[in-house]
């Protein structure tokens, strides 16, 4: 074995240096390589073969120059020799240079573009020869240009400190173009701004600017431009604050009118930043009610008063302007017109007297209203027989500052002295005359007369009121909302008064509520003794007629009910609070909304009606009163309203309306059923365990003795 090894290491030194120099196969597949000595005797004996060129592509800018590298495929590893076969049509190609790597198949040549921005789309063809051998076909190199331009962008933006009216501040800005072009260029600053007029910037080159700022007013200045249009981070951005002695806030107001005044007004705050005191002038037109100066002391703040006369009842638009040079602030002013207003004119006391007519004479008198208000006004009246106005005033409107005339007859069918009051409405608030006659019926005694106290048979009032039947006020059921069907208008009027029966006159039922009054005692409901003025008021609710319609059943005495609002919230109950009106009435009123379908166009359309399970509660304050609502649906949405009664059972109008969802049943959360499905699971599993650990059953395991 010692013998055999010197053997093997001779033949391994002779073998191994003739296989690196002889062909080898380094895949199955491979064809074996010739060595270079093999491969140029075998050009010499067959010829040289041609290269073959790769085609290339190469980007430029106009005007300037870039480099093109020409390669091509070769079996020959000796020299290859480059030629230009056709030059550029738009550029010139340097001399053909080695490439840098030392490999024979590549070179490099340099092409310059003339320049023209129109003409960026050139190309060039090259050949080559390896050896002795013949020419290759061309080669194609695609040259494509673009524009050469500047890209100017801010390094550092400008920072200026806060400044006085005529104070002065400086700042930096650093510049450099990134672009393959010079920039040259014109700079225009915003006033304040003050920088220089020119720029110039070569290729890759920083430049510093100053640029200056000295605003002459107060207020804010924004320094937004572009020094290369186009180049967003070529934007010169800064902001700077030059504050103000005073300020002066809102910047714009609306003049609301107050119909205590008959004004339309507003305010304004006007605050002093100052450590010195200040006298403001004050600048407006002419219509404007204004005090013309104001004093604020140092960091002190005031309230300025704006208003229009009384009689100027025209839209407004302008503006008020404080002054204090340099300093100045402006506030735009608006006013809608004034809302129309109605005024007797005539007669102008408000009273009617008749006097005695005789049975079959109609007199008449004539009302005189004046509407100084800033829009038209559409009148509307009550007719209150025997006092009927014959006039129509559906077609009667009073533009601003016109006065309008409708007639008033007094027209009774029995004999006896009448007093009324007729209200006159519309968009223009309410005027009441009041209306007084007496008729005397020459063919009747006077003892027979009603005014006499003679039995008379009741007066039956003229038909002039247009009154819905009253609907049945049940709760909806569960399936849907109450369908009512189509109201048949019935014509009623509210009796006139009459002399007093010898019989003395029944008194009237207390107001309807829902719950006790103020002295513990219950009140009637409304499916009970309910007046009649009661019961007419719930069809006119009902039928979604509110009160404000209804001018003989509104409380001229009573607010609204102001700030409702829910203070406990349950499945089946919740809680409202309400504060009391100036006037405290009576009692209260709830009301809940439902939908009533319309038989006409089948649509539901929502209306009200009174909520009777209700009760008072504790009151959580001073000023509040709280009423628990009972018998709730769960999860189910509720609107409610509060409505004031008074000692006449008129009611106010109503609240603002409050909206809530009763709170959901208990359900079992989602999770719950989880857990059970884990825990049977589990259970499951274990019992399994149990088994096949032979601890159920009462029997041991396979395989083990007692």
């Not at 430049?207 to 431009?225: E, N, S």
């Not at 339309?264 to 705050?269: L, Q, Y």
């Amino acid at each position: 074995m010692k013998a055999v090894t010197p053997v093997i290491a001779l033949l391994a030194s002779v073998l191994l240096p003739f296989n690196v120099r002889a062909d080898v196969t380094i895949r199955p597949n491979e064809q074996p390589k010739q060595s270079t000595k093999d491969f140029i005797k075998d050009q010499k004996k067959h010829g040289f073969v041609s290269p073959e060129p790769v085609n290339g592509s190469a980007q430029f800018i106009a005007g300037q120059s870039v480099q093109v590298e020409l390669r091509v495929a070769t079996a020959d590893l000796g020299f290859v020799k480059f030629v230009i076969r056709e030059q550029p049509k738009h550029g010139v190609l340097s001399e053909i240079r080695p490439h840098p790597s030392g490999e024979s198949n590549r070179a490099l040549v340099t092409y310059t573009h003339n320049g023209n921005p129109e003409e960026l789309d050139d190309e060039f063809t090259f050949a080559a020869r390896a050896g002795e051998g013949s020419t290759s076909a061309p080669g194609v190199i695609i040259l494509t240009g673009k524009k050469a331009l500047p890209n100017i962008q801010v390094l550092e933006q400008p920072r200026f400190r806060r400044l006085q009216p005529g104070e002065q501040d400086s700042t930096t800005v650093m510049l450099m173009n990134i672009g393959n072009a010079p920039f040259s260029g014109d700079l225009i600053l915003p006033v304040p701004f003050i920088g220089p007029r020119h720029i110039d910037l070569a290729i890759k080159e920083k430049l510093t600017l100053m640029v200056m700022i000295k605003p002459d007013a107060p207020g804010t200045y924004h320094l937004d431009q572009e020094l290369q249009p186009g180049q967003i981070g070529s934007r010169l951005q800064a902001g700077v604050e030059c504050a103000q002695p005073f300020v002066v806030t809102p910047g714009a107001v609306v003049l609301v009118f107050d119909p205590l005044t008959g004004q339309r007004k507003a305010t304004v705050k006007v605050t002093n930043g100052s450590e010195s005191g200040l006298q403001l002038r004050v600048d407006c037109t002419g219509r404007l009610k204004v005090e013309k100066t104001v004093s604020l002391g140092p960091k002190g703040s005031t309230e300025l008063s704006i208003a229009l006369a009384k009689e100027d009842v025209a839209a407004f638009r302008g503006e008020l302007s404080l002054v204090q040079e340099p300093a100045r602030q402006k506030v735009m002013i608006s006013a809608e017109p004034s809302p129309a207003h109605i005024v007797l004119v005539s007669p102008k006391d408000g009273k009617v007297d008749f006097g005695t007519v005789i049975k079959g004479k109609v007199p008449e008198v004539k009302v005189s209203v004046l509407n100084d208000g800033g829009v038209t006004a559409v009148l509307k009246a009550t007719q209150v027989p025997p006092f009927l106005i014959t006039t129509d005033l559906s077609s009667l409107n009073a533009e601003t500052g016109k006065t309008v005339e409708f007639v008033v007859s007094f027209n009774p069918d029995l004999p006896g002295s009448y007093t009324q009051a007729i209200t006159i409405g519309g968009n223009a608030g309410h005027l009441e005359l009041m209306m007084k006659g007496t008729m005397m019926d020459p063919a009747r005694p006077p003892g027979s007369t009603p005014g006499a106290g003679g039995a008379h048979a009741p007066v039956r009032p003229r038909e002039t009121e247009v009154v819905p039947p009253r609907p049945s006020v049940s709760r909806p059921s569960v399936s849907g909302p109450t369908v009512l069907p189509a109201p048949t208008p019935v014509m009623v009027s509210r009796p006139p008064p009459v002399a007093p029966a010898p019989e003395p006159a029944a008194q009237p039922s207390p107001a309807p509520a829902a719950a006790d009054s103020k002295d513990g005692k219950p009140l009637v409901s409304f499916k009970d003794m309910a007046p009649a003025e009661v019961v007419r008021y719930a069809n006119l609710m009902n039928f979604g007629i509110s009160a404000s319609t209804a001018p003989p059943l509104q409380s001229h005495s009573i607010d609204p009910v102001p700030n409702i609002g829910v203070m406990e919230r349950n499945r089946d109950n919740l809680v409202l609070v309400w504060e009391a009106p100036k006037v405290e009435p009576s009692n209260y009123l709830i009301e809940s909304s439902y939908l009533v379908k319309n038989a006409a166009t089948g649509m539901f359309l929502k209306t009200w009606k009174p909520f009777t399970e209700w009760k008072r509660e504790k009151s959580p304050g001073q000023g509040l009163t709280a009423a628990r609502l009972t018998e709730l649906t769960p999860e189910t949405r509720y609107e409610f309203r509060v409505l004031g009664i008074d000692k006449e059972g008129k009611f106010s109008t109503p609240s603002s309306i409050v909206q809530v969802a009763t709170a959901s049943p208990f359900r079992l959360p989602g999770w719950t059923w989880q857990v059970l499905t884990a825990l049977i699971l589990l259970a499951i599993a274990y019992t399994g365990y149990q088994f096949k650990q032979g601890e159920w059953g009462g029997h041991e395991p396979s395989g083990q003795k007692t």
